[in-house]
């Protein structure tokens, strides 16, 4: 039993060991010509443009839903008028990044994983390094640029989208004027609330493109490893995102105590 234990153990570290190494060697070979800026800007496109819809939709919602609850909170102290601020500053410091992370992780992970899996399994990455392409560079390095470039910006979208929301929440319910709500959200914000929690997107985008690239190009098992390797990416992905959201959070209020 405790061999089987420790065996387990070591396969989990090795596993990370490599998708550390993975990760790593993206990040120097992004820096080093050439660049593949066409392919880079189609996924841009893919991963920014396309989930927009998605993005926008779940922006809103967010931003009506979180209206309400803190109505519902702050109404038994009498301090309305502290509703569009605290809105805001939920929704831009940790609200915003984080759920658009996980959206990401779920749409353009499973995504990434399951077609680079399938381009593993029917052996079209050894087709293009018998052409001399680099395969890594080529499908991975891409791929990986484009979510973090890609997740600032739809986190900016999430977080335009939900204030918007919370001002249709907030004006049904009380009347309030676009001006006057406005004008309230963004009174307790800064520039320091929204540049750290935004650019922490780039971080997730990083982890996002890393796991699902490396679950694609390490599928085995034809079609069966396809569908593992897309599941996984998600479930990794979101996990890690989750736990890496705790350190940043801490890392932001070291580096900006008027955060905290």
Known sequence: MIE???????????????????????CVQALLPPYEFGEIARHVFE???R???????????????LSMHTRASLERFGAEALIP???????????????????????????IGAELGAMKVTEQIDALEA????????????????????????????????????FVAETTISG?????????????IEFQDFIPATMKTAVFGLIIGTIASYLGFTTTQGTEGVGRASTRSVV?????????????????????????
């Not at 089987?4 to 993206?26: E, K, P, Q, S």
């Not at 395969?135 to 973090?148: D, E």
């Not at 990794?236 to 905290?260: D, E, K, Q």
């Open 176 to 188: 309030m004027s676009w001006e006057l709500y406005f004008q309230r959200a963004f009174s307790l």
């Open 51 to 65: 989930s927009l819809p998605l993005i926008s939709t779940a922006g809103f919602a967010i931003g009506v839903v």
């Open 236 to 260: 990794i992905s979101s996990i890690l995102i989750i736990m890496t959201n705790v350190v940043l959070v801490r890392l932001i209020f070291f580096l900006y105590p008027a955060n905290a």
């Open 131 to 166: 052409v001399a392409v680099d395969s890594f560079k080529f499908l991975a390095v891409t791929r990986i640029v484009a979510c973090v470039l890609a997740l600032p910006l739809l986190t900016a979208v999430t977080d335009f989208f939900g204030i918007v929301g919370g």
């Open 85 to 111: 601020a605290g809105l805001a500053i939920a929704l831009i410091r940790e609200t915003g990044p984080l759920i658009t992370a996980l959206l990401v992780a779920g749409r353009v992970g499973a995504g």
């Open 47 to 49: 991963i920014g443009w």
């Open 4 to 26: 089987r234990v420790g065996t387990a153990i070591l396969a989990i570290l090795a596993w990370v060991g490599n998708v550390a190494i993975f990760g790593a060697r993206a």
